[in-house]
């Protein structure tokens, strides 16, 4: 198919969607289509296998004659004679309603394409050809119709819905190619659209490995829910039925593999083996094991989880069986051509295949009501091998198939709608988107996990370097609920390099920066130690300077302190006698003044006993009255102040020392002046001692 028919189908899903809107009968629906075809084409007259090849051909549809016929029975005026349909009246072009819906459709088409087609340039830095760009849509429509021929570019793709999951009309617009295909894909394997509303036939859905783990929530949240519209349909299609129509089964051969997964899970947490940082569902199950016994406990919970749950073991079909030979898949051709086209032994994955197609035996394979049996399968191997020519066939419904192609089947039987609760989530194209890119990464990190582990073992690698890459790997590990718009770009390099090269040769540059450092930080010790060195010395030699400083100080201290104590006993020893000599003229001196006084009275009685008081009585109050005023006057004149005889001693005293100590040239004031400077002295001497 063309790059202009990849865009056209992908038009005509969107329209088929918009129509349902209008219109919720599929047969209506697809009569548009027709009328379409009739108009445009100007179709008259024309056969059921005319008309139905132009339809798949121009919508790139792939509908049956049998639901064309019908179809055709919605159209007015129009008339079957044989095998010929005639058309009496062709309707006017602007009564064709398909048209401008397909016309605007195939222009948001385009414009989504080119967004697409610039995102993976600009991640992969390259100038994209038209040939990529071919293969680039064919990839869009085969991810967009849960196509399995055409994988490339899917982790780009995914990376680019999920980028732009914030922008309304983009996801709007993949949101309605994505429903218009779900719708589309409910007409493939069922030609009877008239039972629509409810299920009537038996099914036995065998369940793999991933989707019991996806059950019990090991592999993340957006599985289980996944799972779980899944098992609501189921148990909606049980409880409507007369007895029970959907039956959940597992091998044998799955349950022994899920033995040695908790098996396996043990020997992890005991520190005998280190977990694939592929396998979520094992890293979910050891976190919080602190011994075997959590495991085990686990184990128990897991299985008890199954049987609450209806699912329950089966044994394969016996292969010897001479009448299970016809129907035997598996050969060598087969196997091979498989294994070489996938890159890997795909022997374990055409078995259980091969145990469907047994067990299925001449049961109707292209009407997917009545195949009695499918495998239910997370494995892209397993899928992909049950959708390859070589063992589907064409037109038969496949062995296996994934979750969102039977959650599909089960909605659209239902007749569930589009309503927000009706709708199931797992079907969402985001939902999709992170589901794809989580699985894509984790097979990534698988295969390096392979790789690591055979370069430990051929001694390419050290142990240390093991560890170190292993918790690389587990780091760039992600959930689908885990990838958001923001991690886009670290994921793509994760998947588009290799991530564990990378690391390693960012190992090798960050041992060699650190050898470098630390021969640089060697120097740069050595040297520091020589800076403190030399640092140390000078202040060594610092202190020993200011030691000896202080030391020579102390001991002039010392000698100008005996110096001055030797000054200052000997001026001492003069003072006591100067002072001696200063008392001997200060006691003459009170001694006149005394004897003055005792001289005056005594001359004053001996005058009046001479000459009797009657005559020496006016003289001596006289003399003994004006005496004081004429002293007083005299001295206040002289001195220039008042007369006060208890300053008059102190301040005699004071004249006469200053007399004695200018006689003898004695300094008093060095006496106190050497006072004050032995204190100063006694306490520099005792800094420089506390120190």
Not at 114 to 129: A, G, H, K, T
Not at 239 to 252: D, E, M, P, R, V
Not at 271 to 298: F, H, Q, W, Y
Request: aromatic share 10%.
């Amino acid at each position: 198919m063309e790059k202009n028919q990849h865009i056209t189908s992908l038009a005509s899903l969107a329209v088929f969607r918009e129509l349902y809107n209008k219109q919720t009968d599929i047969y209506e629906i697809i009569s548009k289509f027709l009328n379409h075809i009739i108009i445009s084409q100007s179709k008259y007259n024309f056969t059921l296998t005319e008309i139905t090849n132009l339809l798949n051909g121009s919508f790139g549809f792939s509908i049956t004659e049998a639901v064309v016929n019908t179809s055709l029975g919605r159209i007015e005026n129009i008339k079957k004679e044989k095998e010929y349909f005639t058309v009496e009246k062709i309707q006017k072009e602007e009564e064709n309603i398909v048209t401008p819906l397909q016309n605007i459709s195939i222009e948001k088409s385009n414009r989504i394409l080119e967004e697409l087609f610039r995102f993976i340039s600009n991640e992969q830095n390259i100038e994209l050809s038209e040939n990529e760009k071919d293969e680039i849509v064919q990839s869009f429509c085969s991810f967009l119709m849960d196509g399995y021929n055409n994988e490339q570019y899917s982790e780009f793709i995914s990376a680019f819905i999920i980028a732009n999951n914030k922008n309304e009309d983009f996801k709007n617009e993949l949101e309605k190619i994505r429903e218009g295909v779900i719708l589309y894909s409910g007409l493939t394997y069922n030609p009877n659209l008239n039972e629509i509303g409810s299920w009537q036939s038996e099914l036995t859905i065998f369940l793999d490995t991933e989707m019991l783990y996806n059950f019990a929530g090991y592999n993340g949240k957006l599985f289980k829910s996944n799972f779980d519209d899944f098992f609501q349909y189921v148990i909606e299609i049980n409880q409507k039925g007369k007895k029970k129509l959907i039956h959940l089964k597992y091998f044998s051969e799955v349950k022994e593999r899920i033995e040695r997964f908790f098996t396996k899970a043990e020997y992890i947490v005991k520190g005998m083996d280190k977990p694939n940082p592929r396998t979520t569902a094992m890293l979910s199950v050891i976190e919080g094991c602190k011994d075997s016994s959590d495991v085990n406990e686990k184990k128990t919970d897991f299985f008890d989880l199954l049987k609450r749950s209806g699912i329950t073991e089966e044994s394969g079909p016996t292969l010897s069986k001479e009448e299970n030979h016809e129907y035997n898949i598996i050969d060598l051709q087969t196997v091979k051509l498989l294994s070489e086209e996938f890159g890997q032994d795909v022997s374990e994955n055409i078995s259980i295949l091969n145990y469907i197609s047994i067990l299925r035996k001449d049961s109707n394979q292209n009407y997917f009501y009545n195949i009695l049996y499918i495998l239910l399968t997370g494995n892209s191997t397993t899928t992909k091998s049950a959708w390859h020519p070589s063992v589907k066939g064409e037109n038969n419904v496949p062995l296996a198939t994934n979750l969102y192609w039977i959650t599909n089947k089960f909605w659209f039987k239902l007749n569930k709608g589009f309503g927000e609760n009706s709708f199931p989530k797992s079907l969402g194209i985001i939902s999709k988107a992170q589901t794809t890119l989580s699985s894509i990464l984790s097979d990534l990190i698988g295969d390096k996990f392979d790789e690591l582990k055979t370069k430990f073992k051929d001694g390419e690698i050290t142990e240390e370097q093991a560890k170190s890459r292993l918790i690389n790997l587990r780091k760039q590990a992600r959930k689908p609920e885990d990838i958001q718009q923001d991690e886009i770009k670290s994921i793509l390099s994760t998947i588009s390099e290799d991530s564990l090269e990378r690391f390693i040769r960012e190992q090798e540059i960050s041992e060699r920066q650190a050898q470098i450092q630390s021969k640089e930080n060697t120097e740069l010790k050595a040297e520091l130690e020589r800076k403190n060195a030399e640092i140390k010395q000078k202040e060594n030699e610092k202190i020993k300077a200011e030691e000896q400083a202080l030391s020579t100080s102390l001991s002039t201290y010392e000698m100008l302190l005996a110096e001055k104590r030797e000054s200052i006993e000997t001026l001492s020893k003069n003072k006591i006698s100067y002072d001696r000599i200063v008392n001997r003229k200060m006691n003459t001196h009170k001694g006149i003044i005394a004897f003055t006084v005792v001289g005056y009275y005594i001359l004053t009685f001996g005058l009046i006993y001479k000459y009797s008081w009657n005559l020496m009585e006016q003289f001596t109050y006289v003399v003994n009255g004006a005496m004081p005023i004429v002293l007083f006057f005299i001295y206040s004149l002289i001195f220039e102040k008042k007369p006060n005889i208890l300053e008059y001693i102190p301040t005699q005293k004071e004249k006469i020392q200053s007399l004695v100590y200018s006689d003898f040239n004695f300094e008093f004031e060095k006496l106190e002046s050497l006072s004050l400077e032995i204190a100063d002295l006694e306490k520099k001497i005792n800094e420089i001692k506390s120190t």
